[in-house]
Nanobody, 114 residues
Framework: QVQLVESGGGSVQPGGSLRLSCETS????????MSWYRRAAGKERVPVAY????????NYADFVEGRFTISRDNAKKTVYLQMNSLKPEDTAVYYC???????WGRGTQVTVSS
């Protein structure tokens, strides 16, 4: 079955960096675009970034543009989210999502605090 497993979350000070990973299985990873979403406490889950199946095209939410980078390794069936210049408002649970399949990971917590 389809599985998406996030890792790499943690606690970091403002201005710091984290790299999230989403390891996948159960589908032909190289054929699917992938997304990262996040949900802050008390708020709705919102899209953060998207990358197409080849990795040649990506787009970002305005609030992370220029700070976050989505990438993928089709050989490893893994999608990444490099997060730089983190702000307290980036604190959230970050989820990996396969839009065409409708499958979600369980999420990984990112906390940005001094």
């Amino acid at each position: 079955q389809v599985q998406l497993v996030e890792s790499g979350g943690g606690s970091v000070q403002p201005g710091g960096s984290l790299r999230l990973s989403c390891e996948t299985s159960g589908f032909i990873f190289s054929s699917y675009g992938m997304s990262w979403y996040r949900r802050a406490a008390g708020k709705e889950r919102v899209p953060v970034a998207y990358i197409d199946s080849s990795g040649g095209s990506s787009n970002y939410a305005d609030f992370v543009e220029g700070r976050f980078t989505i990438s993928r390794d089709n050989a490893k069936k893994t999608v990444y989210l490099q997060m730089n210049s983190l702000k307290p408002e980036d604190t959230a649970v970050y989820y990996c999502y396969a839009p065409r399949l409708g499958n979600w990971g369980r999420g990984t917590q990112v906390t940005v605090s001094s």
